[in-house]
């Protein structure tokens, strides 16, 4: 795949990503004592998570630059893990007001997510049946 098929846009947004996520783990490692007995966040299972997601952001976003043919797959591959782990966080972890009022905008943006992922498949789908077409017709 040649660096036309990686847009600056996407790596740009696959660190952006990948800073949310350190910022998210800063977040939970300041969290005061008193806050952590009232929420029902779990902080190690956080750590743990934000600390595998920024690996494999990093791993993805240096094969994205040194331009390796599944770097696109495997980035968006933890895109989709980064909002199913937040969905499912908020799911088990919604008890507060604010938490259950994002929980339908998180699925909104995760339906965006996936028919963006599926639009390639049906746009090269569509493109075909009109050359078929086209050569039916000639």
């Given amino acids: 795949m040649s660096l036309q098929k990686r847009p600056l846009w996407f790596i740009s947004f696959s660190c952006f990503m990948m800073l949310y996520q350190i910022v998210w783990l800063i977040r939970v490692l300041q969290l005061q004592d008193n806050l952590k007995t009232q929420i029902s966040l779990s902080?190690?299972?956080e750590v743990f998570v934000s600390i595998l997601i920024v690996t494999f952001f990093t791993?993805?976003?240096r094969a994205l630059i040194v331009n390796r043919p599944w770097a696109m797959r495997y980035t968006i591959g933890v895109f989709m893990f980064q909002i199913g782990y937040s969905g499912l966080?908020?799911?088990a972890f919604a008890e507060a007001d604010y938490d259950r009022q994002r929980l339908p905008f998180l699925i909104i943006?995760?339906?965006i997510v996936c028919g963006l992922?599926?639009?390639p498949k049906i746009l090269a789908t569509y493109t075909s049946q009109?050359?078929?077409k086209d050569s039916y017709d000639h």
């Fill in 109 to 111: 943006v995760f339906s």
């Fill in 89 to 91: 966080r908020l799911i």
């Fill in 59 to 61: 791993y993805g976003i």
């Fill in 117 to 119: 992922l599926m639009l």
């Fill in 130 to 132: 009109l050359r078929e």
């Fill in 43 to 45: 902080v190690p299972l």
